[in-house]
C-alpha cells in the first residue's frame, strides 16, 4: 500500500511546482546557446559551401561541423543535468586512418555532424519561440498579479499614472476593473504557468535528443542486443558441453558396465546362483544410473516451474541440497524467460554451495523489487568465490547477461559468500 496519502492529481502538481526553477532555467540558457551557436556555424558553414570550389573550402566546412559539434556536446550536457536527460557514450564515429586527408574531412564522413547541424539550424527559431513564451508566462503573472497593489497605492496618492483598459472603456471605476481584470489574469497566466514551461522545455528537449542523441543511442541500444545474444549462446554452449560430460562420465559409463554385467549374467544361466549375483549388481547400476540422470535432469527445466512457478521450484530444489538451505521467495507469476533464468542461476548456485562452500547452512532468498527480480543466494562457509576460479559463475553471468540481469559476488576469504542477482522483469 502506497505510504502517501496525497491524491494523485495534487502530487503531480507539486512537483510540477517544484521543476518550475530548473524549467525556466532551462528555458532562459536555451536561446542565447542556439543565437551563439547560430551565429557561428551558419556564418562559418556558408563560408565553406561559397568556397567549395577550391579546395579551402572543405576544410572550412570541416571546421564549422565541429564547431556545430562542440554546441552540441554542450546541449546534450545541458539535458543530462538540467532534466536528467541520459546521453549517449559514443554519438561518433570513431575512424582512426593513417592518411590526413582523411582524418581532416572525418566530420563530413561521419551522418552525426550533418545531424549537428540540422539542430542548430531548426533548433535557433524554435529556442526563440519557446524563449518568447516562457517571457510570456514569467511576466504577465508578476504584472498582473501587481496590478492591485499598484491601483491601490495610486489610489491612497490620489494620483493616477497607470493607465489601464478600464480607463480606455471608460468605466466610472476603472482602477476596480484594472485589478479585477490584472488579478484574474495573472492568477490564469499563474496557474497554466508550470504546464506550459514544462511542455516548453519537452518540445526542445525532445528536439534536441531527437536529432542529437537516438541515433547513437539505437546503436548502443543494437550493441547491447548483439551481446546479450552472444552471452546467450555462449551460456547455452557451455551447459551443452557440461551435459555431455556428465553424460559421458556418469550414466554412459554406467551403462557400459551394466552391459558388461548383463552378459556375464546371460553366460552363467546353467550357474543360478552366480547368474542371480550378477543381476543383483546390474540391479543396482540401474538405480545408481536412474539416480544420476534425476541429478542431471536438474540442469534442465523441471515441469514443476511452468505448473507451480518459480517459488515452488525453488522449494523443490532446495529440498534436494546436501547443505540445509532456507527459503523466502515470494513472487508474483513471472515471464517465462525471467522464471526459467531465476530457476537456472539459483539451482547453479546450489550446486556450488554443495561442492564447494563446505557450509552448514545456505540461504534463498527472492522478490520483486521496482520492476526486476532479486535473488539472494549466501551461505556460511569458505568464501573465496571467484569467476576466475570457475564454480560455474562465468556461466551464470552469461545466463544473466543474455537476459539483461547482472551478477553480484560478495565472498571474501573465509565466508560468508553472498550472490546477489537482477533479472528486469520487463
Not at 542529437?212 to 549462446?233: D, K, P, T, V
Not at 551447459?239 to 560430460?245: G, N, Q
Request: with cysteine; charged share 20%; net charge neutral.
Amino acid at each position: 500500500m502506497n505510504g502517501n496519502h496525497e491524491p494523485g492529481p495534487r502530487r503531480d502538481w507539486r512537483h510540477r511546482v517544484r521543476s518550475l526553477g530548473p524549467d525556466i532555467a532551462y528555458l532562459m540558457v536555451q536561446f542565447p546557446l542556439h543565437l551563439v551557436a547560430f551565429v557561428l556555424v551558419v556564418t562559418v558553414a556558408a563560408l565553406g559551401l561559397g568556397t567549395m570550389v577550391v579546395w579551402i573550402g572543405i576544410p572550412i566546412l570541416c571546421f564549422a561541423l565541429l564547431i556545430a559539434r562542440g554546441f552540441a556536446q554542450l546541449q546534450r550536457s545541458v539535458n543530462g543535468m538540467g532534466i536528467g536527460v541520459a546521453a549517449p557514450s559514443a554519438p561518433y564515429a570513431v575512424e582512426r586512418s593513417s592518411s590526413w586527408w582523411r582524418e581532416l574531412t572525418r566530420p563530413i564522413r561521419d551522418a552525426q555532424s550533418w545531424f549537428d547541424l540540422l539542430w542548430i539550424v531548426v533548433g535557433f527559431p524554435l529556442s526563440a519561440l519557446t524563449w518568447v513564451v516562457a517571457i510570456v508566462w514569467i511576466v504577465t503573472p508578476m504584472s498582473g498579479l501587481a496590478t492591485p497593489v499598484i491601483e491601490l497605492i495610486e489610489f491612497l496618492a490620489g494620483s493616477q499614472v497607470f493607465n489601464g483598459l478600464g480607463k480606455l472603456f471608460g468605466f466610472r471605476y476603472d482602477w476596480l476593473f484594472d485589478s479585477v481584470f490584472g488579478l484574474v489574469v495573472g492568477s490564469g497566466f499563474a496557474w497554466t504557468a508550470p504546464s506550459v514551461l514544462r511542455g516548453c522545455v519537452r518540445l526542445l528537449c525532445g528536439f534536441s535528443d531527437l536529432v542529437l542523441s537516438s541515433r547513437a543511442r539505437n546503436q548502443e541500444s543494437i550493441e547491447h542486443l548483439s551481446e546479450s545474444r552472444a552471452a546467450a549462446r555462449q551460456a547455452e554452449a557451455r551447459s551443452l558441453r557440461r551435459l555431455e560430460r556428465d553424460l559421458h562420465d556418469g550414466p554412459q559409463q554406467r551403462l557400459v558396465r551394466l552391459q558388461m554385467d548383463l552378459a556375464r549374467a546371460k553366460r552363467r544361466l546353467d550357474d543360478p546362483e552366480q547368474g542371480a549375483a550378477l543381476i543383483d549388481a546390474a540391479i543396482v547400476q540401474t538405480q545408481e544410473t536412474l539416480a544420476e540422470l534425476r541429478q542431471l535432469s536438474r540442469g534442465i527445466a523441471p515441469p514443476i516451474l511452468a505448473d507451480r512457478g518459480l517459488e515452488a521450484a525453488v522449494v523443490e530444489s532446495a529440498a534436494r541440497s546436501i547443505v540445509p538451505v532456507t527459503v523466502a521467495v515470494d513472487v508474483p507469476e513471472l515471464p517465462e524467460h525471467v522464471a526459467t533464468t531465476g530457476y537456472f542461476v539459483i539451482s547453479e548456485a546450489l550446486a556450488n554451495i554443495n561442492k564447494h562452500s563446505k557450509a552448514s547452512s545456505a540461504l534463498i532468498e527472492a522478490r520483486v523489487l521496482d520492476g526486476e527480480l532479486q535473488i539472494w543466494v549466501g551461505d556460511d562457509g569458505v568464501g573465496g568465490a571467484e569467476p576466475a576460479k570457475g564454480f560455474g559463475l562465468v556461466g551464470m553471468a552469461e545466463r544473466l547477461h543474455a537476459v539483461d540481469g547482472t551478477l553480484a559476488i560478495d565472498s571474501p576469504e573465509g565466508g560468508p559468500t553472498i550472490l546477489r542477482m537482477v533479472i528486469p522483469c520487463a
